[in-house]
């Protein structure tokens, strides 16, 4: 069955059979031997993660973004991720956990993310592997309403490091929020912890556990993919910023198309990547080398993430 014709003024990003053909020559097979952190670093590797993850360097990773499917049963292009009991959907993330923990460096973030069912079993497993610090909600404000239940708008992530945990890095300076002014308080005739300029009156806000500033990716928008759970690239630089410094590796086992990567990518740090799937593996290599020439990242300039709407980065 053909698919629907796309709008006129629809970016996201869709492959040819002979751009996926080049693209494939490039993705690293999983490896049979144990690799160096420079053979493992800035390669997209295309395979079961659990092999990938046996033969990465202990200790390599800065920070590791894990985005797992979530207890539902799902179709990810070519394989389905099928709904399980709370039970058994603990002992697939336990399945793997270890093995994260043995890349993550001493002190280094570990962020996994999940929805309402899932997030218990996440905290559990993720608890007896690493030191958990908090819990962020992010509004996923995108779907129908539901009419026998609450519509599903926000998502969690579990923020968590790696002992000793007085080792984490935490920039709170690099996720401050710019927000429009509502009330311009004034003290002795000058602004208090505001500043007007183009565009209207703003303050810069301290980073809290609640994020109501995300756009999940959609039609017009230059990184959308027709990966049915792509992460907003603005939401992760925010993870990436916090955690790590200009350098540091990113490590993602549940790649995607990739925008934890290109992510990293355009933050100056460098990543390694794993997914089982070919076609989402071409579309993080093809968002990879586009991030060469682009690393805007739409919501985030001048060094602050802007409140939602209020400034669009988009060319």
């Not at 907003?232 to 995607?256: C, M, N, Q, R, Y």
């Not at 682009?294 to 939602?308: A, H, L, N, P, S």
Request: net charge neutral; hydrophobic share 40%.
């Amino acid at each position: 069955m053909a698919s629907a014709p796309r709008a006129k003024n629809n970016r996201t990003i869709v492959l040819n059979a002979e751009q996926k053909e080049l693209l494939a020559r490039e993705l690293a097979a999983p490896p049979d031997t144990d690799l160096s952190p420079d053979e493992a670093a800035g390669r997209v590797f295309h395979g079961d993660c659990m092999q990938v993850m046996r033969h990465l360097p202990e200790g390599f990773a800065a920070m590791a973004l894990l985005d797992p499917p979530y207890n539902l049963t799902k179709t990810f292009n070519q394989s389905v991720f099928r709904s399980r009991s709370e039970d058994a959907y603990r002992d697939y993330l336990e399945s793997w956990m270890p093995l994260v923990r043995r890349l993550v460096r001493s002190g280094g973030a570990v962020y996994l993310c999940c929805d309402w069912k899932c997030t218990a079993a996440c905290f559990e497993v993720l608890r007896r592997h690493f030191i958990v610090r908090n819990r962020i909600t992010w509004q996923r404000e995108k779907g129908r309403a539901a009419g026998s239940n609450w519509k599903n708008a926000c998502e969690d992530i579990w923020y968590a490091v790696a002992p000793p945990e007085d080792a984490a890095v935490f920039h709170a300076d690099a996720v401050r929020m710019k927000r429009k002014v509502i009330a311009p308080y004034r003290e002795n005739g000058r602004p208090k912890d505001w500043s007007e300029e183009s565009g209207g009156k703003f303050r810069l806000t301290g980073a809290s556990n609640f994020w109501d500033d995300i756009s999940v990716p959609f039609w017009s928008m230059p990184e959308n993919t027709d990966h049915p759970a792509q992460k907003p690239e603005k939401l992760l630089a925010k993870l990436i910023l916090a955690s790590t410094d200009p350098g540091d590796l990113v490590f993602d086992p549940f790649s995607g198309s990739g925008s934890a990567a290109v992510t990293a990518k355009k933050l100056g740090r460098t990543f390694t990547a794993v997914e089982q799937d070919l076609d989402y593996c071409c579309l993080a290599l093809e968002r990879l080398h586009r991030a060469d020439a682009d690393k805007t990242i739409q919501g985030y300039e001048d060094g602050v993430f802007w409140e939602r709407n209020t400034r669009s980065v988009l060319k």
